[in-house]
């Protein structure tokens, strides 16, 4: 006789929870990489960006708990954006997230700012950012540059850029000089005047923040080596002109991104996570043995440059605006140029020279990031959850003038965002060389259509179709 033994294995686990699963790992792994992000921050800003007080990096111990909360604010607004970048929209907002929103919310409530003016500022960026999101998911359908001839667009963009770089080197010319980072302020102290003459500000702005990010783009994304060298060639003149670190860095970041995330067949957020703490913990090391407390070294400007005026400043400028609107007037958008003539200016000097001025009692321009002049110093908190719609709209319709050349945009527009964590939106797009650039990649879009070459955009590698 023989008996029956039922089997004790257990079931396959069902496809549609493997699914639930696999949809998982990306956000646990961004999720791993904010609670890092956060812990690195308050480390680098607690131990070694408060030695610069002076220029607004205050710290309240009593508020230490916060970084507790901070990672998990953190981790929920991440949800709101797609773990696969598929618009150019999707790019900006993870890129806005790490360099600008994410040391915001880390780093503001650690100052010394009156409690209810921090926590009510954090409520309304996390509603402003939210805002951000869901507006920018409009469709827009933009009508196509039909019959745009190639070799037109071109002579108008290099007649463009001859004639600003003309107007450059003519107001510069022979008070170029390359100098180490130790004697830029030097520099920018001797040139500063030349740079108001007539409208060269505009050209070395556009020049800086547009057109050779659009070289270089161009030249990486298409694997043409004049463009690429051009640019960097380019970037390399406008440094010798102010000393401006920032035009010399986004030679750095236009390549790296280039390199790290957008040249793989799938852009993903947790490439672009994973490289943000990297990039914030090596330096550290510098830190933590003792490497970056000779200002003349290079090892300290560099650290500097990173710590302090890439991740640090957003943060340190927008708790001081938050400070000064706590006692003297809002702008009430009166600080952009064209609301002024409707709406009557409060000061004498420009935003950031009145924040500057408060903070030393000398000449120094304090500029912040949208959410602190467009936002705060326009309208208090309200203003705040005002320009997160407002953004939302302009990538929204940036998705339809960059989708025919995706990854070239989202290469190109990495030196925006490092302008809009330190400026005004609309100085950014209107005198920065925002819609300039984004005017540009729209043109050379529908002309590459109208030749016959068409983007191929991210695809999945599951869904990759192999080569007959």
């Not at 800003?45 to 710290?59: C, K, P, S």
């Not at 050209?203 to 270089?216: E, G, I």
Request: glycine fraction near 6%.
């Amino acid at each position: 006789m023989t008996r029956s033994v039922s089997s004790s294995v257990p079931s396959a686990l069902p496809l549609s929870h493997i699914g639930l699963v696999t949809a998982a790992v990306p956000r646990v792994k961004i999720a791993i990489a904010i609670i890092a992000f956060a812990l690195l921050l308050d480390w680098i800003y607690v131990n070694f960006l408060t030695d610069f007080d002076y220029l607004g990096f205050t710290y309240d111990p009593e508020y230490d708990w916060y970084m507790a909360v901070a990672p998990l604010l953190l981790i929920f607004s991440s949800l709101w954006f797609p773990v696969e970048v598929t618009r150019f929209s999707h790019w900006m907002l993870w890129l806005l997230f790490w360099l600008l929103y994410s040391p915001i919310v880390i780093l503001v409530p650690l100052q010394k700012i009156p409690a209810e003016a921090k926590w009510t500022f954090l409520a309304s960026l996390l509603i402003s950012f939210g805002l951000t999101s869901l507006c920018s998911r409009f469709n827009w359908r933009l009508p196509a540059l039909k019959g745009v001839d190639n070799r037109l667009a071109k002579l108008a963009f290099w007649s463009l850029y001859a004639g600003l770089f003309a107007m450059v080197l003519t107001a510069f010319g022979g008070h170029l000089q390359l100098v180490s980072f130790a004697d830029v302020y030097t520099l920018r102290s001797e040139n500063s005047d030349l740079a108001l003459s007539g409208l060269v500000g505009y050209a070395l702005a556009n020049l800086a923040w547009a057109l050779n990010p659009y070289l270089m783009a161009k030249g990486l994304v298409e694997r043409q080596k004049l463009s690429l060298w051009i640019g960097l060639a380019g970037q390399l003149v406008l440094f010798s002109t102010l000393g401006q670190k920032g035009v010399l860095l986004s030679t750095v970041v236009v390549v790296g991104a280039y390199y790290g995330l957008l040249k793989a067949p799938v852009i993903s957020a947790v490439a672009i996570s994973r490289i943000m703490v990297t990039v914030c913990a090596i330096p550290m090391i510098a830190v933590v043995m003792g490497l970056a407390e000779d200002p003349s070294t290079v090892i300290q400007q560099l650290v500097a440059l990173l710590y302090m005026r890439t991740l640090g400043m957003p943060a340190a400028a927008t708790g001081m605006y938050i400070n000064f609107f706590q006692s003297h007037p809002l702008t009430y958008y009166s600080h952009i140029n064209v609301v002024s003539f409707f709406v009557q200016y409060p000061y004498q000097m420009s935003l950031g020279q009145v924040i500057g001025f408060d903070l030393v009692a000398d000449d120094l321009n304090a500029n912040a990031n949208i959410y602190a002049t467009d936002g705060y110093a326009a309208l208090g908190a309200v203003g705040v959850v005002l320009i997160g719609p407002i953004l939302g709209l302009f990538l929204s319709v940036a998705n339809s003038m960059t989708a025919r050349s995706l990854r070239m945009a989202c290469a190109a527009f990495v030196p925006f965002v490092m302008i809009v964590s330190n400026s005004s939106l609309f100085t950014s797009l209107l005198t920065g060389g925002g819609f300039l650039l984004l005017l540009i990649v729209y043109s050379h879009g529908n002309a590459n259509e109208h030749h016959g070459r068409q983007f191929v955009g991210p695809v999945s590698l599951s869904t990759r179709k192999a080569r007959p």
